[in-house]
């Protein structure tokens, strides 16, 4: 328990860090639940708000979107192989000193930096993008320190999932005769194995 409180108090330090720099005159504080969610669904829906786009004043030269407060970060999911074959690459400056590090590796270290490069990739690179980025506060669990604020949670619009994909799907029915062809090709090898001896005796 020693161990965890300092990183808990440090992230609330960060966290903290860079209010004093946003005019909050007017601001909503929306809450996105990240568990259970999709790693660029729910970007998109989170770089919208932090743009404003969901006002009807907005513009693209002002920076009125809201305060972000995205909890659970631990807890996003994506979707195919993403976690062994999507790699976040940096250079370090010197020769040959190209990093990577892939996405589970990043989720053990830091998962709250996996949801802030999603979002900040989503935004126009411009001089508004430093202020939008300081709009999000992005927590690995459920705790901040937004607890006196009036949050409003955000509701995130269903997710139209098909069953399954049409390869996936061809390859289930494919393996499914298989299976069946295989269990008619024993039942009549059986049966002639049954007349042969019927016919023998």
Not at 33 to 56: E, H, M, N, Y
Not at 89 to 99: A, S
Not at 178 to 193: L, V, Y
Request: charged share 35%; proline share 5%; aromatic share 6%.
């Amino acid at each position: 328990m020693s161990g965890a409180a300092p990183s808990f108090t440090g992230n609330l330090k960060k966290a903290v860090a860079g209010i004093r720099r946003i005019n909050l005159e007017g601001l909503r504080w929306r809450v996105f639940d990240a568990k259970g969610q999709v790693l660029g669904r729910l970007a998109s829906q989170i770089s919208t708000v932090v743009q404003g786009k969901d006002k009807p004043t907005y513009a693209p030269n002002r920076d009125d979107g809201d305060m972000c407060v995205v909890i659970n970060a631990k807890d996003i999911c994506v979707t195919g192989r993403k976690l062994t074959n999507k790699f976040y690459r940096w250079h370090t400056g010197y020769v040959g000193h190209l990093k990577e590090r892939s996405l589970k590796d990043q989720m053990t270290k830091d998962p709250t930096e996996v949801i802030r490069k999603a979002v900040l990739r989503m935004l126009p690179r411009n001089k508004l993008r430093d202020d939008r980025d300081r709009k999000l506060r992005i927590f690995p669990g459920s705790e901040h320190p937004f607890g006196d604020k009036v949050l409003e949670p955000y509701v995130m619009p269903p997710r139209q999932v098909r069953e399954m994909r049409p390869r996936a799907r061809r390859a289930m029915v494919r393996a499914q005769k298989k299976a069946e062809q295989q269990e008619g090709g024993k039942i009549t090898s059986k049966g002639k194995k049954r007349e042969q001896t019927v016919l023998t005796t």
